[in-house]
Nanobody, 128 residues
Framework: QVQLQESGGGSVQAGGSLTLSCAAS????????MSWFRQAPGKSREGVAA???????RYADSVKGRFTLSKDNAKNTLNLQMTSLKPEDTALYYC??????????????????????WGQGTQVTVSS
């Protein structure tokens, strides 16, 4: 069973930085796409950044140039470095994963319906 555990959330002032981490267990990351989503109060969940199993990374337009996604295959962790944070980045951030068969290509979309496995989320609050 795939398990995802997020950490690193917190409260910062606008312009500050945070790094979120997602520790994955129960699978080999090479056969999975992984991503970060977020959900603000009263809003739908939106994709933030995602990485294919070949290392291709995609970002939502709202975070391009400010957020950096990286994956450590040896440690099975997915990290999201967030800089120049804005109050509108305030949300519950979720790690997600979806798998493919051995040797297959996994396209990491920013659509939540594409993912089967989810963490519990970590809160990020940015004050102005």
């Amino acid at each position: 069973q795939v398990q995802l555990q997020e950490s690193g959330g917190g409260s910062v002032q606008a312009g500050g930085s945070l790094t979120l981490s997602c520790a994955a267990s129960g699978y080999t990351s090479r056969n999975y796409c992984m991503s970060w989503f977020r959900q603000a109060p009263g809003k739908s969940r939106e994709g933030v950044a995602a990485i294919d199993n070949d290392g291709t990374i995609r970002y939502a337009d709202s975070v391009k140039g400010r957020f950096t996604l990286s994956k450590d295959n040896a440690k099975n962790t997915l990290n999201l470095q967030m800089t120049s944070l804005k109050p509108e980045d305030t949300a519950l951030y979720y790690c997600a994963a979806e798998g493919v068969g051995p040797g297959a290509y996994c396209y990491a979309s920013l659509v939540q319906q594409e993912y089967s496995y989810w963490g519990q989320g970590t809160q990020v609050t940015v004050s102005s």
